[in-house]
């Protein structure tokens, strides 16, 4: 039997059924594919009580690991419409973007799902469970970290204290400490 979620083929974005990514999933992970479904909890308030479930931090996406050249196992499975990607051609999902959600989601971290955001402040945390993990910042009440999945153009958002944030300056090995950056200015998050 081969390997058909072999490490050694890329990520790609699929697109599914609405509310079907979790079945799409497992449908894709029982016909032994690498696949990577991040949740994140919420709650929701149904008549009188409140009930925490876990949704999809990217609806409508299951990230699969796959020879696009063998798709057809990807493409009949039931809830499955296509592999993201320009025309005919798949667009991967770098393997460092999944990389980095798949810390988020080990960090404990509360997160959720956020709009991606194309202008902001790049980052990288300097202590803390993400530490060396890339983003951007936004202020939105408690500093967070923002982590996109570029060509999804979606985003996961995770709080993080801002002590442990340095933002990235273009071309500079050092980056220009947090704190310094926001002296009379306020936050920056974006242009």
């Given amino acids: 039997m081969t390997d058909l979620g072999s490490s050694r083929f890329p990520w790609y974005a699929v697109r599914t059924k609405h509310h079907h990514e979790k079945q799409v999933a497992l449908a894709l992970g029982h016909k032994a594919f690498d696949v990577f479904l991040p ?11 409140r009930q925490e479930i876990e949704l999809p931090l990217f609806p409508g996406y299951v990230f699969c690991r796959f020879d696009f050249r ?29 990389e980095t959600i798949r810390r988020v989601m080990a960090s404990g971290l509360q997160s959720s799902a956020h709009n991606y955001l194309q202008l902001g402040e790049q980052v ?15 202020h939105l009440g408690a500093s967070q970290l923002i982590v996109s999945i570029t060509m999804l153009q979606r985003s996961v ?35």
């Fill in 70 to 98: 063998n798709r057809l196992p990807i493409l009949i499975t039931p809830g499955v419409f296509f592999v993201l990607g320009i025309g005919r051609d798949p667009w991967p999902v770098p393997e460092e973007e999944i």
């Fill in 157 to 191: 958002a995770v709080t993080i204290n801002p002590e442990w944030v340095v933002p990235c300056k273009a071309g500079a090995l050092d980056p220009i400490p947090y704190s310094q950056r926001l002296v009379g200015s306020g936050p920056i998050v974006g242009r």
């Fill in 124 to 138: 990288r945390i300097v202590s803390g469970p993400l530490r060396d993990v890339t983003g951007l910042v936004e």
């Fill in 39 to 49: 949740l994140g909890r919420t709650l929701r308030s149904h008549r009188a009580r």
